[in-house]
């Protein structure tokens, strides 16, 4: 199974072909209005989110039995918990809801909400964290490091670091740049997964994606 994750920067109906060039079997999308994905003719689309222009939305683009585990609740916004294909999958964007829960204390609370449901052995974290643990300070008590413990407690693993062998806080390859800026890189979108499980991740080239978002997409293949 090919998973996409992107943070296609809103406009969704102008960029849905990069995507789907791709070639994913099931796509994550960050920051994509909700007329864009429940408009849309795949075979599985869910939107959440707290404003109908910019939220999150999960497509799967080939039949198969697609079910969302858990009804949206707009205490806990920007997430999708759903399985398919035997996983357990929950689709990430961590954004602000209260100057209190935002970003990685966003991650937090979903993790915590579905321990039982990430920690089932066929299970993953996959999305846009706007988090890295460069930016722990900001967080005491609910910080990146201690999410990525967290996950490790559940029996997950970030692809990338388990593949490249790269500390977090130290990786090279970056998925975000600030203002679509090459000198402000920072890497915050990631995939967790169950450590039994098989994964390999690519993530996308700054020359052939920052014209369209200031996120490159992450590729994950799943075996």
């Known amino acids: 199974m090919r998973i996409v ?7 969704f109906y102008k960029k849905r072909h990069l995507l789907e060039a791709l070639l994913p079997d099931v796509a994550i999308v960050q920051e994509v209005s909700k007329k864009d994905i429940e408009s849309s003719d795949y075979p599985f ?3 959440v989110g707290s404003n109908p222009n910019k939220g999150l939305g ?12 858990e009804p949206s609740d707009p205490a806990l916004p920007w997430h999708v918990p759903f399985s398919v294909d035997g996983l357990n999958i929950i689709g990430l964007w961590a954004h602000q809801l209260t100057r209190e829960l935002r970003y990685v ?18 299970g993953l974290i996959v999305g846009d964290f706007n988090s890295n643990t460069i930016w722990d300070g900001a967080h005491p008590g ?10 490790a407690g559940l029996g997950l693993d970030s692809v990338f670091h388990r593949q490249e062998k790269a500390a977090h806080g130290s990786e090279l390859t970056k998925t975000y740049f600030h203002t679509r800026n090459l000198k402000f890189g920072h890497h915050i979108d990631y995939a967790f997964v169950s450590s039994a499980i098989d994964a390999k991740v690519a993530v996308g080239e700054p020359d052939g994606w920052l014209p369209h978002s200031d996120h490159m997409p992450l590729i994950i293949d799943v075996s």
């Open 5 to 11: 994750s992107w943070n296609c920067s809103m406009a």
């Open 45 to 47: 689309a869910a939107w």
């Open 58 to 69: 999960v497509i799967g683009l080939r039949s198969a039995s697609y079910k969302v585990t």
């Open 105 to 122: 204390r966003v991650t937090h609370e979903i993790v915590d909400r579905h321990a039982g449901f990430l920690g089932s052995g066929r």
């Open 142 to 151: 609910r910080n990146h490091s201690m999410l990525v413990d967290k996950l």
